[in-house]
């Protein structure tokens, strides 16, 4: 996730239980998160243990699909509301109601032929207005196949949000020289058509084959990138004036957590990447785009955190974050202090930026047209391939330099996915990364930390009025007490096992649809540098997986 961070300590192999605080030490950020992390992966564990890959509480299965046919408008989906969990994540569905305004003085609630906005408000979500999904009719890829039979599935994952995005997340007590305290995870649900043709099941293929299926072709969408970082001292060390240690090889003048990020997906010639020292936490609002010219609401609180000619930037906003996606940098061409504005290399994507209330704001990433080969900042060697779409094309199977002494090797053979990223934290005390290695010392592959996407099949839909649920549900496993000596009929036990029993062949069923015949247990998308699972794809390129054969998959953040 895209936060000011100083490094990731959360490693799952290591069995933590807890993080001890302890009196009179510094309190870092990283020991916080890991906290937070333990918790969250313990706690969905036991759920997806419990629950099985995906399923919802009886009597309140959230996600009932319901197809609605129009003859001259697009056809829409109603989303029903209710609780859910996927891969052990709670989600809800239900749709808030408005609130209830004061009424204007001499008029009660009501009055003047106007209903209360509790009364006109929808009940439920529809696929064309789903909080997160951020769909545009008049864009045709957002549209619902219109061939039967098709699949609907349901898309979970997570991404921070800043104050940024969020401006009530910004304490304003703290004044104007604060930007922002603490960020959030965010879980985003998505409800998505995938047709029928990908799926490659027969005609009256039953809900067990379809599930299958679908499990199936969520294994084939897999990231299988995997990357490793290590030093080298530059060759024009000997000429750094700054009083670092002869024998470094990081020659940064500060502590860093670089961030190397998948920008477009693909194999090797076609996907790119982008790098930031800052963990891509540098992120700038906009207040209008006029053209090439972006007028800001900061240029950033110094040198370090702002921006500068040559830089290059991501205009984003909240639906292209959730959308995903990789959409071309821009480069700074000039900077306007007295007016907070920046001009770009060229005119932002009209979908982005274009609207007040998804909070566009330019994202920094660090990487140079042409960094050179040296791997530092000064005298570079020789220049590296140019930059397409404004990243650097992947390069397997050599040390590729970032900066400061810092190279990054992407293992070959690789499907790399939008959003893929690996966090490698630099310190100046040491003169190094912090990587694993073995003992002779030479770094370890790492697959991605993120971002961690997983799906689960909702409905398959054969035409208007037909449509078949793939959803699966529990009863609850708390029993009536037992009486000594009490009928079976009286306590009310035999009914209760009645219930737990049909839970346990749901739970059975769910497993069985597995090819592995495994229930999922993943973790989750927090400020944790978490192996990859064949369960993982990237959101931007549409594709997911699932532990154990299931639907349990893997997605771009922000």
């Not at 009886?58 to 996927?86: K, M, N, Q, W």
């Amino acid at each position: 996730m895209h936060a000011d961070l100083s490094r990731v300590t959360f490693r799952p192999d290591r069995p933590y239980a807890a993080v001890i605080a302890q009196q009179g030490r510094v309190q870092l950020d990283a020991d916080a998160n890991e906290q937070a992390a333990i918790q969250l992966v313990t706690a969905r564990r036991v759920a997806a243990d419990l629950i099985g890959p995906h399923g919802g509480p009886a009597g309140a299965t959230g996600f009932a699909v319901g197809f609605e046919g129009r003859s001259r408008e697009l056809d829409d989906l109603t989303i029903g509301g209710g609780r859910y969990y996927v891969a052990g994540i709670p989600l809800d569905a239900t749709r808030p109601l408005p609130g209830t305004p004061v009424p204007d003085a001499g008029h009660a609630p009501g009055e003047g032929g106007t209903a209360p906005a509790s009364d006109a408000a929808p009940r439920t979500w529809t696929y064309w207005d789903q909080p997160d999904a951020h769909r545009d009719p008049e864009c045709a890829a957002d549209r619902l196949p219109t061939t039967f039979p098709y699949l609907v599935h349901l898309t979970v994952w997570e991404r921070s949000v800043t104050a940024v995005e969020d401006p009530l997340l910004r304490e304003v007590g703290l004044g104007p020289a604060v930007a922002d305290t603490s960020a959030r995870i965010r879980t985003v649900w998505q409800v998505l058509p995938l047709a029928g043709e990908e799926l490659g099941v027969e005609d009256g293929a039953g809900p067990d084959r379809v599930r299958a299926a679908f499990a199936d072709w969520s294994a084939r969408q897999a990231s299988t990138a995997r990357l490793a970082a290590r030093t080298e001292r530059p060759d024009h060390a000997d000429d750094d004036p700054c009083a670092l240690p002869p024998e470094s090889r990081y020659r940064g003048p500060e502590n860093q957590l670089y961030r190397v990020e998948i920008h477009e997906g693909g194999q090797a010639g076609e996907a790119t990447f982008k790098w930031s020292r800052e963990n891509g936490s540098v992120a700038l609002a906009v207040e209008c785009l006029d053209g090439t010219w972006a007028e800001l609401a900061s240029l950033g609180g110094d040198d370090r955190l702002g921006l500068q000619v040559g830089d290059w930037v991501e205009p984003l906003d909240t639906a292209a974050v959730s959308r995903g996606g990789a959409r071309p940098l821009l480069r700074i061409e000039e900077v306007d202090l007295p007016g907070r504005r920046v001009r770009l290399s060229a005119e932002p994507d009209p979908a982005v930026g274009r609207r007040p209330e998804l909070h566009p704001f330019l994202r920094r990433w660090d990487h140079r047209r042409s960094p050179g080969r040296s791997g530092g900042r000064g005298p570079a060697g020789p220049a590296a391939p140019p930059l397409r779409r404004g990243a650097h094309r992947v390069e397997e199977g050599s040390w590729l330099p970032l900066e400061d002494g810092v190279f990054v090797w992407f293992e070959p053979g690789a499907t790399y996915r939008t959003g893929d990223f690996w966090t490698v934290a630099a310190r100046t005390a040491t003169g190094d990364v912090e990587w694993p290695a073995d003992t002779a010392g030479r770094p370890l592959l790492q697959p991605s930390c993120g971002i961690r996407v997983h799906r689960a099949p909702l409905a398959w839909v054969l035409g208007e009025g037909s449509v078949v649920d793939l959803r699966l549900s529990f009863a609850p496993l708390a029993v009536p007490v037992a009486v000594a000596g009490a009928p079976a009929a009286a306590t009310g036990t035999e009914g209760s096992e009645g219930a737990a029993g049909t839970a346990g062949a749901g739970a059975s069923g769910a497993g069985a649809e597995s090819p592995a015949g495994g229930r999922s247990a993943t973790e989750a998308d927090h400020p944790g540098q978490t192996p990859a699972t064949p369960s993982e794809t990237s959101p931007g390129s549409g594709s997911a997986t699932a532990p154990g054969g299931q639907n349990d998959q893997e997605r771009s953040d922000d």
